[in-house]
């Protein structure tokens, strides 16, 4: 018993000083619209109709353009689909599509947005992504508003094209890429912003997966484990977006439409558009539109977007180009400034989250440490296979040489420890598969199954793989009081007698003791594991 207090309480000791705390609260905020019609008008002084989906056919061609990184100098060569409304004439507005996370490309994005826009007069266009040598991870955000800053200036020196009325289309991811944009080029003339991402990477990231977890029925513990992932501190690895400073006046200093969907899983909608409006307040922009469409996604799609040929949402498209024809051309706009579905934020972005060195030191040395161990344990584990399968064919005897039940208490801990470990990952996998098919606008499984059920069992087992290896322990002080070796001083000749094994204590051979010891330390490593997410806070 006194063991088995020791191990436990180092584990939980462990569970409780990792724990990350959050505060999720207010929870199911809400904000509601002025009107639920969508549409958007203009006072039209113009004396024309103004142009709309449809009006012109449009063309479309290809350029290339040579993106330099400048932090490293690497050339990557984009691809840039540029779509005109055929007849339009000159003085046309313009607008630069930005992509979402991905690796979209100028051919398999926003096609047919793009092109509603260019039939109703714009020159549009969409580039491939730029990436470089960068990840999902480690994407370069200001070099990203360069290139596509270098872009809105090639569609301005179009002779067709009116260069004060070139404008922006950025959705999710790129909206991060969008206040580095308007602070790198303040004349931009418009932006229309899908379900953005206002808040910094590790907020923005933190609230979606606390969220998600909550939604896809996973067990509260599984969602503790977000709290530790995102307390992480990314400089140690090279991670450099956790923190960008994105929340900047400039960012929201020129008209800007904002849409989102109700049943966008990713973002906060309330405190985001809170945000919105604050910041282009204090740039004095009061040219701010609200649009919230019920059923539709985090890309204001209907539906899943695993499926081909998703639609958009209700009058999303028609709005969306009535607003950025009417702003373009510079009129005042009739229409309530936000209307749609009543916004609504399960929880709070958890704003208190931040960069902890030390939890993100211990917790890459308990990783490293237990896949070392494991590999270790493996490699040794191999070798004692091939000894006993040597042994019975030459029929020399026991190989090992495993003495009072060490050998077999420690292939079912180990194959118990090891078992525990894989449903911890199977939870956790079911639990990540689960929020991307909400993010792709899928329905959460009405029983959540594992991903439930299978954090308590392995508390349970957890704990109970602690009350044997206490057992193992006791046995093993018992055999050393035998041996005279737990006594201070050891029995005179009682510690050669054991390391010749003429008396051992766990084997009689030097090989399985090693084995023992190593695969002991291995799985300790993997309760340190469990602990270090917080398996042991009962």
């Known amino acids: 018993m006194p063991i088995f207090i020791i191990l436990l309480g180092i584990l939980v000791g462990v569970s409780h000083i990792t724990a990350v705390s959050a505060n999720i609260q207010p929870t199911g905020q809400t904000m509601s619209m002025l009107t639920s019609d969508t549409s958007v008008t203009f006072n039209n002084t113009t004396g024309k109709a103004l142009p709309s989906v449809g009006t012109y056919k449009v063309t479309k061609r290809y350029i290339t353009i040579r993106a330099k990184r400048p932090s490293t100098g690497e050339i990557q060569n984009i691809r840039v689909l540029i779509r005109e409304p055929k007849g339009a004439g000159s003085n046309r507005p313009g607008v630069v599509f930005m992509h979402g996370a991905g690796y979209g ?25 730029p990436i470089w040598s960068t990840t999902d991870i480690t994407r370069d955000y200001p070099a990203s ?22 404008g922006i289309y950025a959705t999710s991811e790129s909206t ?5 944009l308007l602070r790198l080029d303040p004349k931009v ?7 953005p991402m206002v808040f910094s990477p590790r907020q923005s990231l933190g609230f979606l997966a606390s969220q998600d977890f909550t939604l896809v029925g996973a067990h509260s513990g599984y969602q503790s484990i977000v709290r530790r992932v995102f307390d992480m501190d990314g400089t140690l690895f090279g991670l450099k977006n956790f923190d960008l400073d994105i929340e900047q006046p400039a960012a929201y200093s020129i008209p800007t439409f904002v849409a989102y969907g109700s049943k966008d899983v990713m973002t906060a909608q309330v405190e985001g558009a809170r945000e919105i409006l604050d910041l282009a307040h204090k740039s004095d922009n009061w040219d701010v539109t609200i649009r919230s469409y019920p059923v539709a996604n985090h890309v204001l799609r209907l539906g899943n977007e695993a499926d081909s040929g998703t639609g958009f949402a209700d009058d999303y498209v028609n709005d969306m ?21 009543m916004l609504y934020q399960s929880i709070a972005v958890p704003k208190d989250l931040h960069a902890d060195r030390g939890l993100t030191i211990y917790g890459a040395w308990i990783h490293i440490a237990m896949l070392i161990t494991l590999l270790l344990t493996l490699i040794i584990a191999l070798a004692a296979l091939v000894r006993k399968i040597v042994f019975m064919i030459r029929r020399k005897g026991p190989a090992l040489g495993f003495k009072y039940g060490f050998g077999g208490a420690l292939l079912s801990l180990t194959i118990t420890t090891l078992a525990t470990f894989l449903l911890f990952c199977g939870g956790l996998g079911q639990v ?45 002080i018992e055999v050393m009081q035998t041996r005279g070796l737990a006594q201070f001083p ?3 000749g009682a510690i050669g007698d054991v390391v010749s094994g003429r008396e051992p204590v ?25 602990a270090f997410w917080g398996l042991f806070i009962y």
Not at 176 to 180: A, K, L, V
Not at 325 to 336: F, H, I, K, R, Y
């Open 506 to 530: 766990l084997a009689s051979t030097r090989f399985a003791r090693v084995l023992f010891w190593v695969t002991a330390f291995a799985m300790f490593h993997v309760l340190l594991f469990f």
């Open 432 to 476: 990540v598969m689960g929020i991307v098919q909400l993010a792709w606008g899928g329905a959460p499984a009405e029983n959540p199954g594992m991903m439930f059920w299978s954090w308590p069992v392995i508390q349970v087992v957890c704990t109970l793989v602690v009350w044997a290896w206490s057992r193992v322990f006791t046995r093993l």
């Open 105 to 129: 490309t100028c051919d398999n994005s926003f096609g047919d947005v793009a092109y509603s826009l260019s039939s109703a007069g714009f020159v549009t266009a969409v580039i491939d992504k």
């Open 176 to 180: 991060w890429i969008s206040s580095y």
């Open 321 to 341: 180009v009535s607003w950025a024809v009417g702003t373009a051309a510079g009129l005042d706009q009739t229409s309530e400034r936000a209307a749609g579905s």
């Open 189 to 195: 003339a418009f932006q229309v912003l899908l379900s």
């Open 145 to 166: 508003a360069k290139i596509y800053d270098q872009t809105i200036n090639y569609l301005r020196s179009l002779k067709q094209v009116n260069a004060a009325k070139v």
């Open 490 to 492: 050891p029995r005179k």
